[in-house]
């Protein structure tokens, strides 16, 4: 089989094997428009900007990003700066793009599994990975 239908079908199988959390998602991102978010697609993700439902940073649901900035293009401390101190800096939305990829994989599984891992932590490897992947372009399976 050709690797670029090879890649589409695992995209599209990923992409319904993470649909009810896309459905979260999308709820959560509808609502925000109302209050003056911005809807685009960027990152493997329909990107909500300006959400305010939170102070900074986003959230990933699926193939739904929720983001307080006005741009994924933004830099932020990797988990372990904001830790431990330092100032490396990765793009926010090469970040997330990580975590669509890990719900694609996981599935409803994710949240269960983000959550047994630590949650919001530099502890959590699916946060690291998630930083990886933002510094190297790859590496964003949590369990490598």
Same mark, same amino acid.
């Given at each position: ?35 003056? !978010?911005? $809807?685009?697609?960027?990152? @493997?993700?329909? /990107? ?5 439902? %939170?102070? +900074? &940073? ?39 793009? !990580?975590? $669509?990829?890990?719900?694609? @994989?996981?599935? /409803? ?5 983000? %959550?047994? +891992? &630590? ?26």
């Amino acid at each position: 089989m050709n690797p670029l239908w090879k890649n589409r079908i695992l995209f599209a199988l990923g992409s319904l094997w993470a649909l009810p959390m896309t459905a979260v998602g999308l709820v959560f991102g509808a609502g925000s428009l109302l209050l003056g !978010a911005r $809807v685009s697609f960027s990152d @493997a993700a329909l /990107v909500f900007s300006g959400f305010r439902f %939170f102070s +900074h &940073g986003a959230l990933t649901l699926g193939q739904v990003i929720l983001h307080t900035g006005s741009s994924l293009d933004e830099p932020t401390l990797t988990y372990h700066c904001a830790a431990f101190g330092g100032d490396e800096c990765v793009r926010i939305g090469s970040h997330e793009r !990580a975590h $669509v990829y890990q719900t694609m @994989a996981f599935g /409803v599984l994710f949240l269960p599994l983000y %959550f047994l +891992h &630590g949650g919001i932590s530099h502890k959590n490897r699916f946060e690291q990975a998630a930083d990886r992947y933002a510094r190297t372009g790859s590496g964003w399976w949590p369990y490598g």
